[in-house]
Nanobody, 126 residues
Framework: QVQLAESGGGLVQAGGSLRLSCAASGRTFSDYAMGWFRQAPGKERDFVAAISWRGDTTDYADSVKGRFTISRDNAKNTMYLQMNSLKPEDTAVYYC???????????????????WGQGTQVTVSS
């Protein structure tokens, strides 16, 4: 059974930075693309960033491009999201997710992901 656990969320002022981590259980972490999504109150869960199984391809939502960086360490079964220049509109619960299929490309659709973490709250004050 795959388990994902996010950490690193918190309260930060606008312009600040946070680094989220997603720790995965199991021995197959390195075989799957991974993604970050976020959900603000009353809104749908939106794509933030994704990284291929090898870590050589990344994709970002336009709203975070140039400010956020996704990465992974397959030896540690961990994925990261470095968030810089944070804005109040970045406030949301952030979720990490694992793709349904091994060795897949980066995807943006929530339905392409089979496993989800419990989420970590990020709050950016103005």
């Amino acid at each position: 059974q795959v388990q994902l656990a996010e950490s690193g969320g918190g309260l930060v002022q606008a312009g600040g930075s946070l680094r989220l981590s997603c720790a995965a259980s199991g021995r197959t972490f390195s075989d799957y693309a991974m993604g970050w999504f976020r959900q603000a109150p009353g809104k749908e869960r939106d794509f933030v960033a994704a990284i291929s199984w090898r870590g050589d391809t990344t994709d970002y939502a336009d709203s975070v491009k140039g400010r956020f960086t996704i990465s992974r360490d397959n030896a540690k079964n961990t994925m990261y999201l470095q968030m810089n220049s944070l804005k109040p509109e970045d406030t949301a619960v952030y979720y990490c997710a694992r793709d349904r299929f091994a060795q897949s490309v980066t995807r943006r659709n929530v339905n392409e992901y089979a496993y989800w973490g419990q989420g970590t709250q990020v709050t950016v004050s103005s």
